[in-house]
């Protein structure tokens, strides 16, 4: 298996390749969102960064930004946790620079599941506005900004990974909804979302 499609850049020694995540996601890690390097996911090899194809071309630069410095504190030694809080705090600050302070981030409502609504939105300004650690999709019980009874799903997200990461969405909601705590309620949910997978006919 080889998820790498593109090799799009080559700053200071590594190697920055855009891959296909829903191949990552189905074979090696269900939890593999927009980007990695090998302190994070030990399939990464050495000396490489991986963005997600799906990732918009504008927000590269954020992502790239942010693998370096979290690859650079951990390499001198720091906890991922430490280097994580660091990268994302520096993202933030950049990110805040090109706001288009806008706050309708729905796109499209694609469809109601019982009194729930599953809305296509634009993932680049919620990163922007909301979480910039938003990634695939989302739902209220998970993140305050959402408003209740919503589920979002990233606009970038390809089109064959949309309907698995609803129904990771929708299991992971009726779970806590029903007393789970958000980190059971998820992993049962990767768990649906990778039998989902392995099962499927489509290009996941």
């Known amino acids: 298996m080889n998820p790498k499609e593109l090799l ?3 700053i200071k020694g590594i190697n920055i390749w855009l891959v296909d995540g829903g191949m990552i996601r189905k074979e090696l890690e269900p939890d593999f969102t927009n980007f990695g390097h090998s302190f994070r996911y030990k399939f990464v090899p050495k000396n490489e960064f991986w963005i997600d194809k799906s990732v918009l071309k504008n927000e590269l630069p954020f992502f790239i930004y942010r693998l370096f410095l979290e690859y650079d504190l951990m390499g001198k030694g720091m906890p991922y946790e430490k280097a994580y809080d660091i990268a994302e705090n520096n993202e933030r600050e950049l990110r805040n620079i090109n706001q288009k302070n806008t706050k309708d981030v729905h796109i499209k409502l694609i469809k109601k599941y019982k009194d ?22 989302g739902h209220d019980l998970v993140y305050d900004y959402i408003p209740y009874n ?21 299991y992971e909601r009726e779970l806590m909804s029903n007393g789970y705590s958000y980190d059971d309620a998820h992993d049962e949910a990767l768990k649906l979302e990778q039998e989902q997978r392995q099962t499927s006919n489509s290009n996941l």
Do not use: A, M, Q
């Open 150 to 170: 919503e589920i979002w799903i990233d606009n970038s997200l390809i089109k064959s990974e949309i309907p698995v990461t609803i129904l990771h969405e929708i």
């Open 8 to 10: 799009i850049k080559k």
């Open 116 to 137: 729930i609504e599953i809305w296509l939105v634009d993932g680049e300004v919620v990163r922007d506005e909301y979480d910039i650690n938003f990634t695939e999709g």
